[in-house]
C-alpha cells in the first residue's frame, strides 16, 4: 500500500498535465473527470490541477520508494534462497529414498536367493 501511494505521488506531477474537467453531475453535484463532458448542450469546465509538492517532499518520496524497493527486493533474494534450500533438503530426501528402496529390494532378493537355497538343499537331502 506504501509502495502504491509514493508512486502515486510520483506520478501526480505527470497526471495534473491530463486535462480534468468540473460538470454538473446527478442533482446538482459536482463531478470530476479526465474528458470534457457534456451535460445538455453545456460543456464541463476545464481545471487546471497543480501539485502541491515541494522538491524535498519529491525528493524524500524518491527516496522512500527506492529503500521500499531495496527491501522487497532482499526480501524475494531470502525467498528465494529458502526456496532453493527447500529444492535441495527435497533432492536429499529423494536420494536418500531411493537408496533405502533399492537396498530394501536387493535384500529382498537375498532373502528370496536364501530361500530358495534352503529348499533345493532340503531336496538333495
Do not use: H
Not at 469546465?45 to 524518491?62: C, D, G, H, T, W
Request: glycine share 4%.
Amino acid at each position: 500500500m506504501k509502495q502504491q501511494t509514493l508512486i502515486l505521488l510520483l506520478t501526480l506531477p505527470v497526471m495534473a498535465q491530463a486535462g480534468v474537467y468540473k460538470c454538473d453531475g446527478p442533482r446538482g453535484k459536482p463531478v470530476y473527470q479526465a474528458r470534457p463532458c457534456e451535460d445538455q448542450g453545456k460543456k464541463g469546465q476545464a481545471i487546471e490541477l497543480k501539485p502541491n509538492l515541494s522538491a524535498e517532499k519529491i525528493k524524500a518520496a524518491k527516496a522512500k520508494l527506492k529503500n521500499e524497493l531495496r527491501q522487497i527486493a532482499t526480501r524475494k533474494e531470502a525467498q528465494r534462497k529458502r526456496d532453493n534450500e527447500e529444492r535441495m533438503i527435497r533432492a536429499e530426501e529423494n536420494k536418500a529414498r531411493a537408496t533405502f528402496e533399492s537396498a530394501w529390494e536387493s535384500k529382498r532378493q537375498a532373502d528370496a536367493m536364501e530361500d530358495r537355497n534352503r529348499i533345493e538343499a532340503s531336496k538333495r537331502y
